[in-house]
């Protein structure tokens, strides 16, 4: 579509611009993740624990404090996905983690 194409937006009841709609259509697909104080994660993120956590499958557990470099977020609100020495594939519930300022 060009930008210069009008379609009707069947949601607002309004003609806008392709582009318009389109990138409407973009910011309704993006998950916001927030962490347990609600500020916003974004990938590459660093984190700190805010509980021990046991790990599944692991046998370790995660101390309170811990800080995880570069998280990635996965397409659910609540899940962060990172990389931790020893742990492979670890999956983090994003109200257990309070993002590190630097």
Do not use: H, P
């Amino acid at each position: 579509m060009a930008d210069d194409e009008y379609v009707y937006d069947e949601d607002t009841g309004e003609w806008m611009t392709a582009s318009d709609q389109a990138a409407r259509n973009a910011a309704a697909d993006k998950v916001e993740v927030r962490d347990s104080a609600g500020t916003l994660l974004a990938d590459g993120d660093q984190v700190t624990l805010i509980k021990d956590l046991e790990v599944k499958g692991a046998g370790q557990t995660l101390k309170r404090g811990t800080v995880i470099k570069s998280i990635r977020l996965t397409g659910d609100a609540q899940e962060i996905d990172c990389r931790f020495d020893g742990i492979k594939g670890l999956v983090l519930r994003a109200e257990f983690v309070r993002k590190r300022t630097v």
